[in-house]
Nanobody
Framework: QVQLVESGGGLVQAGGSLRLSCATS????????IGWFRQAPGNEREFVAA????????FYANSVKGRFTISREGALDTVYLQMNSLQPDDTAIYYC???????????????????WGQGTQVTVSS
């Protein structure tokens, strides 16, 4: 069982930045793929970014590529999502998710992740 805790959400003006954190206190992230997903009211949960803990390979949705950066801190067992140039369309609840054994073609699918955090609200005002 993996427990995930997100933090770092908040209210920011368009063009601003936020950094989200996803930490695990129950075990190491070794061998896991960690993903960030978001869900706005009335919308389906969508993929934002993911990182393979061991290889540090990263993956991004086209909508955030060049603006968001996913990274990890091994000593803290924490994954970060640095979000720059935020726009009102980025407003959503952001969720951290993790699992092992996710193949490349499944990384962007939220249904392939078994462990989820509680979510953190990101609101971007225009």
């Amino acid at each position: 069982q993996v427990q995930l805790v997100e933090s770092g959400g908040g209210l920011v003006q368009a063009g601003g930045s936020l950094r989200l954190s996803c930490a695990t206190s129950t075990r190491t992230f070794r061998d896991y793929t960690i993903g960030w997903f978001r869900q706005a009211p009335g919308n389906e949960r969508e993929f934002v970014a993911a990182i393979r803990w061991n290889s540090r390979h990263t993956f991004y949705a086209n909508s955030v590529k060049g603006r968001f950066t996913i990274s990890r801190e091994g000593a803290l067992d924490t994954v970060y999502l640095q979000m720059n140039s935020l726009q009102p369309d980025d407003t959503a609840i952001y969720y951290c998710a993790a699992d092992t054994g996710i193949i490349l073609s499944s990384i962007r699918g939220h249904e392939h992740y078994d462990y989820w955090g509680q979510g953190t609200q990101v609101t971007v005002s225009s």
